[in-house]
């Protein structure tokens, strides 16, 4: 059985994300994953929060570095006691020119620091909750003033999940030794990779913390070509094509292309960037990539085709929103196959 997430479009606003929530959760969906790029993602998290009574909101995935974990930890608090413990926060690092030239901010060691980021915000919670002294130490963050006027005080539900994104291997341990689960990035979601790379490494984490695997939640995000029929999901397929071309012109999501032998793409796409051939870069993944980076079917067939891929690799997985509410009920049969698998 997986738990199933619905996914948001980046450029959806705060004008429109409580009718999207409230939307996903009566077509039955477990959760719903919040963007943090065009607009803010904590902001959306806890006007899906309010919108709702059920659904599980999470963010995917905040980029941390930016903000201080306090900051961070006073928010996930807040919408954890708004909701009665319905908030999933996911924290990412994005890349380093965004960080740097996007948000003018520190760039030093992403996977120490992201680590770091994840203890700070599990030690600065436990104060929140037994008032207990904040005392955490590292090389990137320190935390050791919290007087008692600023602290929110306990909550029914404090047990917080944070997730991290991850894709290179240092990152996947270290989601393995301290975060509560990972999310994946989309490039990362073919069956062979998740099976033959990601989760050795997170058990390798897992290993290193003296953890149970049990501990650790997946959540996989593939991208899916599906809709009411042969013509939307081509449609679809078209779309993925052109999402898959952009991301891969990022060196950093070459690995999963390496499993595969299609080292040269990334290079290919990477060049057309720097030509400003932004346009082009469809023309460069196939069809075969298609077939091996996205699940496709109408919505009839689509939890089944799902199911095949990933039965038995994690427990939750990200299913998309139809654009079109009319479809909607076709959509929700899917969700409840996919719960029930």
């Not at 077509?27 to 599980?56: E, K, N, S, W």
């Not at 413990?85 to 996977?111: C, D, H, M």
């Not at 130490?137 to 007087?147: A, K, N, P």
């Not at 990539?289 to 997985?317: C, H, K, Q, W």
Request: charged letters at 20%; aromatic letters at 10%; proline letters at 7%.
């Amino acid at each position: 059985m997986f738990k199933v997430y619905a996914t948001t479009p980046e450029s959806m606003g705060p004008w429109d994300i409580g009718a999207h929530a409230a939307r996903a959760e009566a077509m039955g969906f477990d959760g719903l994953q919040v963007p943090d790029a065009i607009h803010d993602g904590l902001l959306l998290a806890a006007l899906a929060l309010q919108a709702t009574r059920r659904l599980r909101v999470g963010t995917s995935v905040l980029v941390a570095f930016p903000r201080s974990p306090m900051t961070v930890a006073v928010a996930s608090w807040d919408l954890q006691r708004l909701s009665g413990g319905r908030f999933e926060l996911g924290l990412g690092t994005q890349i380093k020119q965004n960080i740097e030239e996007r948000y003018s901010a520190r760039w030093v060691s992403p996977v120490p620091q992201l680590r770091e980021y994840v203890q700070s915000l599990k030690a600065i919670f436990n104060s929140f909750q037994h008032g207990s002294r904040l005392c955490f130490e590292g090389e990137h963050y320190r935390f050791t003033r919290l007087q008692p006027f600023f602290n929110p005080g306990p909550i029914e539900h404090p047990s917080i999940p944070v997730f991290c994104g991850a894709v290179g291997p240092a990152m996947t341990r270290m989601v393995g030794r301290v975060a509560d689960g990972m999310i994946t990035h989309p490039t990362n979601t073919p069956p062979e990779y998740i099976r033959e790379v990601c989760l050795p490494r997170l058990q390798e984490g897992l290993d290193r913390a003296g953890r149970d695997a049990q501990s650790l939640r997946l959540i996989l995000g593939p991208l899916v070509a599906t809709g009411v029929d042969e013509e939307a999901v081509a449609a679809q397929w078209e779309q993925q094509r052109r999402l898959l071309g952009f991301l891969y012109s990022t060196p950093a999501y070459w690995p999963s292309l390496d499993l595969f032998g299609w080292q040269e793409r990334g290079a290919q796409l990477q060049a057309l960037t720097r030509e400003g051939r932004w346009h082009d870069l469809s023309s460069v993944v196939t069809d075969e990539m298609l077939e091996v980076f996205v699940p496709r079917g109408p919505y009839e067939d689509i939890a089944n085709t799902l199911r095949n891929r990933y039965s038995g690799l994690a427990d939750s997985i990200t299913f998309p929103m139809p654009a079109d509410p009319a479809e909607d009920a076709q959509a929700a049969r899917a969700i409840a196959r996919l719960r029930a698998a």
